[in-house]
């Protein structure tokens, strides 16, 4: 099991920044790959930004330039980071941060609002 926890999320006008954190412990071993996802209303969820299996980063082509994915690995956990910076009205969603177990096996966060006013 693996458990996500996410803070960070807010209002903030058109044009701000705002950085997302999720705390992942439990069993961080078999995690292949970590990233940040979202939803608007009406939408699927579409993935922001992500570490892949073999610890490259990967940006949904909307959000490369101004958003970054990093991540700092300690003893028995892992916080993982959105640093979102020009936000645009469209970035307006719930993010959740998602790790990939053994390669097929998603845990999500509770997910956290982002709202960005024009």
């Known amino acids: 099991q693996v458990q996500l926890v996410e803070s960070g999320g807010g209002l903030v006008q058109a044009g701000g920044s705002l950085r997302l954190s999720c705390g992942a412990s439990?069993?961080?071993?078999?995690?292949?790959?970590m990233g940040w996802y979202r939803q608007a209303p009406g939408k699927q969820r579409e993935l922001v930004a992500t570490f892949t299996s073999d610890g490259s980063t990967k940006y949904a082509d909307s959000v490369k330039g101004r958003f970054t994915i990093s991540r700092d690995n300690a003893k028995n956990t892992v916080e993982l980071s959105l640093q979102m910076n020009s936000l645009e009205p469209e970035d307006t969603a719930v993010y959740y941060c998602?790790?990939?177990?053994?390669?097929?096996?998603?845990?999500w966060g509770q997910g956290t609002q982002v709202t960005v006013s024009s």
């Open positions: 439990g069993r961080l071993f078999s995690i292949s790959a």
């Open positions: 998602n790790a990939l177990e053994a390669g097929y096996l998603n845990y």
